[in-house]
């Protein structure tokens, strides 16, 4: 079940994501995201160090994206969408360690068509990123703080994920 549910909900995300326009700030992010796949180990570009207004998570997921898949508007919208997709599994775990799994279920399936999440899913926009990143740290605390006999893969997650959480946004 919940595999037909990432499957649902990532096409749902790709399907609209390539078909919207550009907004400024987006704009932005990709061309951002187009001059640090030039030089992935520097934080300035030559765009009077705008890069080095943002925190560097995301804007460095969109450079290696670019690096990789070319400078192209399906490479920078591809980060947020595949990040939605998976932001549904992460959903999924968070609602099974709280409860149990039906309600992981239930929880994934929430956000596999949750409008805001979607929406924000298919933008080039840090919003689905951080969502993600501070949602699997909530899995780590709460793996990390239970009685279970793998609780210190919770702890030894907790740290960097907070960190990447603040690095986020």
Known sequence: ALVAIIFVGSYLRFREAFFTG??????????????????????????????????????????????????????????STLIGSIGIAVSYLLGRELWDRDTGILVAAFVAVNP?????STRILVGATLTVIYTATLVALYVGMSDREDY????????????ISVMTK
């Open 116 to 120: 805001l999440f979607w929406f924000l």
């Open 22 to 79: 550009m907004w400024v700030d987006e704009g932005r992010h990709a061309r951002i995201g187009y001059e640090l796949a030039d030089h992935l180990l520097q934080y300035s570009t030559s765009w009077l160090g705008e890069v080095t207004k943002f925190p560097p998570v995301y804007t460095y997921l969109l450079g290696i994206s670019s690096a990789v898949m070319g400078k192209t508007e399906f490479a920078v919208r591809a980060v």
């Open 152 to 163: 210190w893969i919770g702890l030894y997650l907790l740290g960097p994920l907070t960190a």
